[in-house]
């Protein structure tokens, strides 16, 4: 079954520091990926997506993400944190589109993102 | 461009009354809608999806249910609320499967507590 793994529930970083928030996928085939943020009490937004082109997909706010499918990974980067980013991260695989249209997001457990002045 | 709407934004309810939230997209037609429920520290939970009109699909048994009245248009209805139906309610869009690619959009959310 296909499945995502958010490594970390919560990462604190410096306003002004680089942000690493991973995430492992695993899928049987070359699945589509995603981030999204969702700040307090919001929707989800998209952050960026991969759907087999380029491998290092670049995102809204200055974020941007490699897919290794060596490692199974799709980890999120920024080089410098603002206060803003302060939000929950989702790592999201798109494995399944069947006949019907449907498309089943499996969803990771989130990553609570701190940013400190 | 495309955007989605939901409301109300916020709703207090009591035990045993009936629920009705709804969920409009515009910009777009025929998309694919979905309901999902975010419990307090716990991830996002899919609840019903609609390829199209009159085609509405169940994930999880519960007192919900769903209707899509229009194309763009998808409502979720209980007739009795429990406690545990507490939570905050997203709504969803993606475009058919013909048109890819295939993310969803998400609404800004319905704040729900059962009291």
């Known amino acids: 079954a296909q499945s995502v793994t958010q490594l970390d529930s919560h990462v604190s970083v410096s306003e002004g520091t680089p942000v690493l928030l991973r995430c492992n996928y695993s899928?049987?085939?070359?699945?589509?990926l995603f981030w999204y943020v969702q700040h307090p009490n919001k929707g989800l937004q998209l952050l960026l997506k991969?759907?087999?082109?380029?491998?290092l997909v670049k995102g809204i706010n200055g974020f941007e993400a490699e897919f290794k499918k060596s490692e199974t990974s799709f980890h999120l980067t920024k080089p410098s944190a603002h206060m803003s980013d302060a939000a929950e991260y989702f790592c999201?695989?798109?494995?399944?589109?069947?006949?019907?249209?449907?498309?089943?997001?499996?969803f990771g457990t989130g990553t609570r993102l701190l940013v400190s002045p | 461009s495309q955007t989605i709407h939901q409301w109300p934004a916020t709703l207090v309810q009591p035990v045993g009354s009936p629920l009705s939230l709804e969920c409009t997209v515009e910009g777009t037609s025929n998309p694919n809608l979905y309901w999902y429920r975010q419990a307090a520290g716990r991830g996002l939970q899919l609840l019903f999806y609609?390829?199209?009109?009159?085609?509405i699909s169940s994930e999880v048994p519960q007192n919900l249910s769903a209707s899509r009245p229009q194309d763009r248009q998808f409502i979720l209805s209980s007739k009795k609320l429990l406690l545990s139906d507490s939570g905050f309610y997203l709504c969803?869009?993606?475009?058919?499967?013909?048109?890819?690619?295939?993310?969803?959009?998400f609404g800004p959310g319905t704040r729900l507590t059962v009291t």
């Open positions: 991969y759907t087999s082109a380029a491998t």
């Open positions: 969803a869009w993606s475009p058919p499967r013909d048109r890819g690619p295939y993310e969803q959009y």
């Open positions: 999201v695989v798109n494995p399944v589109i069947m006949n019907t249209g449907f498309q089943k997001l499996v």
């Open positions: 609609s390829i199209g009109i009159d085609q």
């Open positions: 899928s049987s085939y070359s699945p589509s």
